[in-house]
């Protein structure tokens, strides 16, 4: 079974400051890991995914996220946030053989000017 | 990119009448769709997985005679809600994998605000 931990319930952040949402995950078999990104009363959208490769990778934007398989983790980061970031960011992750998908509590970004 | 869609996206009923709610991968044919119900300011709560041609897939506690999953077809899935009350007020999401999917990435609705009055 697998578990997502999402450390930060609420991230609040100044316009143009760098942010790090975290995710911790558990797992007893290979995993994909996602970030999805959900704006109010609306459905999820992917940020960036890892399948497998290079453990830095880049999303939609300007977020990116780093696999740490040591420390089980793949926390999100954006070097200067916008207004526009305002938004609830899901870490998921996602079994490679039953595509079962575990989704964590969700961190609330807001970015204040 | 594969775009699923999801309609209405707002309903209000009396209590105690259904409502459906339709999930269409608009673009891809989706083998299996997620149904999910998101309280206010909380985490995508799984309630049912349905496969295209055969009986959805229910998470433990959720009613699957109150909550009526059909998936008739590659392209659509319906969630009724049966005699609704006041406590299925909630945000009702879809998710869809594609056909030859081997990733897992799920392409989501836009959601669905059901308020029973």
């Known amino acids: 079974a697998q578990s997502v931990t999402q450390l930060d319930s609420q991230v609040p952040v100044f316009e143009e400051a760098p942010v790090e949402l975290r995710c911790n995950y558990s797992?007893?078999?290979?995993?994909?890991l996602f970030w999805y990104v959900q704006y109010p009363n609306q459905g999820l959208q992917l940020l960036l995914k890892?399948?497998?490769?290079?453990?830095l990778v880049k999303g939609i934007n300007g977020f990116e996220a780093e696999f740490n398989k040591s420390q089980t983790s793949f926390h999100l980061r954006k070097p200067s946030v916008h207004i526009s970031d305002t938004a609830e960011y899901f870490c998921?992750?996602?079994?490679?053989?039953?595509?079962?998908?575990?989704f964590g509590a969700g961190t609330r970004l807001f970015v204040k000017a | 990119g594969a775009v699923v869609s999801q309609h209405p996206s707002r309903v209000i009923c009396k209590s105690g009448t259904s409502v459906k709610i339709e999930c269409r991968s608009l673009?891809?044919?989706?083998?299996?769709m997620f149904w999910y119900r998101q309280f206010p300011k909380k985490s995508l709560m799984l309630m049912a997985t349905?496969?295209?041609?055969?009986?959805?897939?229910?998470e433990q506690g959720v009613e699957k005679d109150k909550f009526l999953i059909n998936h008739a077809s590659l392209t659509l899935s319906t969630l009724t809600v049966t005699s609704a009350h006041p406590e299925d007020s909630s945000f009702y999401i879809c998710?869809?994998?594609?056909?030859?999917?081997?990733?897992?990435?799920?392409?989501f609705g836009e959601g669905s605000r059901l308020t029973v009055l």
């Open positions: 998710s869809a994998e594609g056909a030859h999917s081997n990733t897992g990435e799920l392409f």
């Open positions: 797992s007893s078999v290979s995993v994909y």
């Open positions: 890892y399948l497998s490769g290079s453990t």
């Open positions: 998921a992750v996602t079994d490679t053989g039953g595509f079962k998908t575990i």
């Open positions: 673009d891809f044919q989706a083998t299996t």
């Open positions: 349905s496969n295209e041609g055969s009986k959805a897939t229910y």
